[in-house]
């Protein structure tokens, strides 16, 4: 079954530099790649998504980049804000399975 | 259009008794998913249901845990005679099909004493 491995666990930025956080996954089928931010306490809520059919999708100071043929795939935040703090969760998804989750990313924006 | 609910928010049961956690899925979503939550760790996919239908159960502990999506209500995921290490926080999704954007249910949070 699919595989999501995620990088880094941790990550502290200065607020106004930018963050990357890095996924693989090793279903070369997966087409789908969501991104989610869960706040402390309260429930993961997706942020931005990628299918497998473009390279890279961008949504104001975010965006996810994908490269199928090394099947890794990552999420960029430029100009970080203390409100960006939170935990990030890269998924896979492919075909009638379920998402698989990341084991998180916990950014931490100080001002 | 109301989002995922789920209910209780928080329960609190003793070792032993019965812990039932409900979801309600978004209007028009006829896919729901369960995940568990510990503390300082990602979501660990449980069951995935449509309607009346258990699709996947692969990441369920096959003792102890069901869960149901009746024609009628919400899905219901049941837990028996619970033990401390079911203390989580269990989430429900839904979704219109299985390739779209998964939605969040605010959580349970199981405490168990």
């Known amino acids: 079954g699919e595989n999501v491995e995620q990088h880094p666990s941790t990550l502290s930025v200065q607020e106004g530099d930018s963050a990357v956080i890095k996924c693989t996954y090793s279903?070369?089928?997966?087409?789908?790649f969501p991104w989610y931010k869960q706040e402390l306490g309260k429930r993961p809520q997706l942020i931005i998504d990628i299918r497998s059919n473009v390279g890279e999708k961008k949504d104001q100071r975010i965006a996810v980049t994908l490269n199928k043929t090394a099947k890794h795939f990552s999420l960029h935040i430029t100009e970080t804000q203390p409100e960006d703090s939170a935990v990030y969760f890269c998924?896979?998804?492919?075909?009638?399975?379920?998402?698989?989750f990341g084991k998180g990313t916990r950014l931490s924006v100080i001002a | 259009n109301a989002g995922v609910m789920q209910n209780p928010r928080h329960l609190v049961r003793r070792r032993g008794q019965e812990a039932r956690l409900r979801c309600s899925p978004m209007?028009?979503?006829?896919?729901v998913y369960w995940y568990r939550q510990l503390p300082e760790e990602g979501l660990k996919f449980m069951v995935y249901?449509?309607?009346?239908?258990?699709?996947?159960e692969s990441g369920m502990p096959k003792e102890r845990f069901s869960a149901e999506f009746p024609k009628e209500g919400p899905s219901i995921l049941r837990i028996q005679q619970v033990v401390r290490g079911d203390s989580a926080a269990y989430f429900c999704?839904?979704?219109?099909?299985?390739?779209?954007?998964?939605?969040f249910g605010p959580g349970t949070r199981l405490t168990v004493l």
């Open positions: 999704a839904s979704s219109p099909t299985t390739d779209n954007e998964q939605f």
């Open positions: 209007k028009g979503h006829s896919h």
């Open positions: 249901l449509q309607k009346e239908n258990i699709i996947d």
């Open positions: 998924a896979a998804h492919s075909g009638n399975t379920p998402l698989v």
């Open positions: 279903d070369s089928a997966s087409n789908y």
